[in-house]
């Protein structure tokens, strides 16, 4: 979240944040994001933060150990409820990441039945199962990885079989997801609208230091282009993707530097 945040300030956009649940102990990344300029509203829960730790063994090998953090109750949930009730101005309500343990079962359902009750769209970067049934409720846009696709849909796709691309996003749109930005690694990105799919890859090699906010960051380059100029895709395309390449590249949480530099080098075709 920190790296979408500081992504679509660079773009010169203004986001608020809900962050979610936090512990007391994560003071700081509140304390960071208002050095941003972005205001932040956080659920105080109890219990200790999570510490996940990402290790880079070689080129191209990179080992995840992420923590499921602190859990929540009820108590919490429904201040998360009056929270986006309380949100007047909200036009996009991006979730990313994972849910704490304890998280009812209607819990997401719940909360973008209260984004639509508002006339607000909603973006869901999950890898939850819960993603085949929230489908329905129709997200501006969807960002599964191909294996998320495979795990959660048991759909199948690969880098450059345009036409298990085709089908794939047919059967998405079909599920409800208005937009899918379809990301594959190091093998390019396909985005379809429902009527146009695109594919976008780079020209280039990246050395792998980490992969920490990676996802977060591209989302939020192809967002901030693409939310208020749906017609700019191939742009939004080739800015997600030198996004993403430069912060694999950090050791942390990415500086954007070659971003500009990487754009020039990112090839973009429209499939259909």
């Known amino acids: 979240m920190y ?46 933060t999570r510490v996940n730790v990402f290790l880079n063994a070689a080129p191209d090998t990179e080992y995840n150990m992420v923590n499921a953090g602190a859990a929540i109750n009820e108590a919490n949930e429904q201040e998360m409820f009056e929270l986006i009730d309380s949100l007047d101005d909200m036009t996009c309500l991006v979730i990313s990441g994972s849910l704490p343990p304890n998280t009812s079962e209607g819990f997401l359902a719940e909360v973008l039945r209260r984004v639509k009750a508002k006339g607000a769209e909603f973006v869901l970067d999950i890898s939850s199962h819960q993603l085949a049934d929230l489908i329905a409720l129709e997200p501006l846009l969807i960002k599964p990885n191909d294996d998320e696709l495979l795990d959660i849909f048991g759909i199948k796709v690969s880098g450059g079989d345009d036409e298990s691309v085709k089908g794939a996003m047919a059967e998405l749109h079909a599920k409800g997801a208005k937009n899918v930005l379809l990301t594959l690694g190091g093998a390019g990105a396909y985005f379809s609208n429902g009527e146009h799919i695109w594919f976008a890859n780079r020209t280039f090699d990246v050395k792998l230091l980490s992969t920490v906010c990676a996802g977060d960051s591209s989302l ?19 800015l997600s993707m030198a996004t993403g390449a430069n912060v694999v590249e950090c050791p942390g949480l990415g500086d954007f530097a070659k971003v500009d530099e990487y754009k020039k080098h990112i090839e973009v075709r429209q499939v259909c």
């Open 220 to 238: 939020a380059a192809f967002l901030s282009v693409w939310h208020d100029a749906p017609e700019r895709v191939e742009d939004a395309l080739r």
């Open 3 to 48: 790296g979408l945040c500081k992504r679509l300030i660079q773009a010169g956009k203004s986001p608020r944040v809900v962050m979610g649940f936090n512990t007391a102990a994560e003071v700081f990344l509140r304390e960071d994001f208002e050095a941003l300029g972005v205001p932040v509203k956080p659920v105080w829960t109890d219990g200790i």
